[in-house]
Structure formats: C-alpha cells, structure tokens
C-alpha cells in the first residue's frame, strides 16, 4: 500500500500502530514544509497533517502515548504534544540544546533524547525538567517503563574496527547502550561522599543521575 507520495518529498521518521501511521516529512512544496501526515491503516485515509515545528521532525511516537495522543521531537529543539482528534499541538517543550531525536510519555511524564547526548525527564503538568543524563554521543534509542530506562548512543561518524586488530578506536568514538533501573537497591558503598545526596526517597537520585528540580527535602 503507498500511503504517501510526493516528488521532492522525505520521509524523515515512521511510527505506528494498529490503528494509523504517522511520519515526519519535508515537502518543501508546501506552506508547512515540515509536517507529520496521519493515516489510518485501513483503506490508506489520510486523518490529518500535524504542523507546527520549524525544522525537520526526527521522531514521531505513538504506542504506549494517552489516547488520542501522538508524540514529536524536531531538530527545532522542541518535543510537541498532538491532539489527534484537532491534529493541534497541545504542549510544546523546549527541551534540548540540539534536535531532539528520541520521545517518549505517559500520563504524567514525557523523557526526551536529544542529539546533545542529553537524556532528559519533564513534568507534563509543570513543564519543569525532573532530571537528566548525559553522555557524549546524540540519543538514537530510548525505551522506558516505570522502573527501567534504556538509551543508546551512537557517534555522527562510525569509524570501524578491523578485524585484524591494527586500528583499536578510542572509546570516545564508541557508541554506548546504558540501562538504568531505578527500582534498583540503592548501594552506597565505594561512592565517594561528593557523590551522594541525602535524600528522604532515594529513589533515582543516585550518583548517576543529575537532579534539576530538587523538590525533596534535603535532611
């Protein structure tokens, strides 16, 4: 089935579910050039066309968001909430230095991964960032439920290793998967005090995770 077709068009990310199909596009004949066109599987019908970022949209989202709900995230800095039924942005974060490459969201929250290495938590209902972590490399993967987070970071140039070991890349240059679990038991010992905050609920507030919006109470 061809859902979409347009000479001069690109598709730039794909997701879906049972029900639709929605991916980012740049049509630059059209007054919107950046959009997210919405299909529905059955009988290839187009639902409507999401427009409102400014750049190239690099994810869309749409299993495991609310009902009626379809996440984005753009090279425009921003990750957009869509109502699906007025295809109208609802919320709008400003959420990364660079594009932001990765989203996901529940009923409370939304975690962004950006092309700034930056993997960040935000209150849907404050828009207030809850914390964040860090690597080197852009966000190419983000999965999460309500206890474990999964990223992968993968360097803008890829240099391979040969197989005859003549040429060893440094690690900086390496990609890296990380798996947080913050239902973990938090182990404090062989951490260096610096590292440690006291909080009432520990609770992913260990050494690994920078907090932004302390709202604890610090003992």
């Given amino acids: 089935i061809s859902l979409h077709h347009l000479i001069g068009a ?6 879906a579910t049972e029900r639709i199909v929605a991916f980012g596009a740049i049509d630059r004949s059209a007054v919107n050039v950046f959009q997210a066109p919405v299909y529905a599987v059955t009988g290839a019908r187009l639902l409507g066309t999401l427009r409102s970022h400014t750049s190239s949209i690099l994810c869309v989202r749409i299993p495991d968001c609310p009902e009626n709900l379809i996440l984005t995230g753009s090279c425009d800095k921003n990750a957009r909430i869509f109502d699906l039924r007025t295809m109208h942005c609802e919320v ?36 207030a960032k809850l914390w964040e972590m860090f690597c080197r490399h852009p966000v190419r993967y983000l999965r999460t439920d309500l206890t474990t987070l999964v990223t992968a970071h993968l360097p803008h140039d890829l240099r391979l290793e040969p197989e005859d070991g003549s040429i060893v890349v440094h690690a900086r240059q390496r990609g890296s998967v990380r798996m947080y679990d913050f239902a973990a038991d938090q182990e404090t010992k062989g951490i260096p005090s610096i590292c440690l905050s006291s909080y009432d609920e520990p609770a992913g507030y260990n050494y690994n995770v920078r907090l932004a919006v302390p709202y604890d109470d610090l003992q």
């Fill in 10 to 15: 690109t598709v730039t990310c794909l997701d």
């Fill in 92 to 127: 709008r974060i400003n959420a990364h230095g660079l594009g932001v490459s990765q989203v996901e969201m529940d009923e409370h929250n939304l975690v962004t991964g950006g092309e700034d290495g930056l993997v960040c938590v935000w209150d849907l209902r404050t828009k």
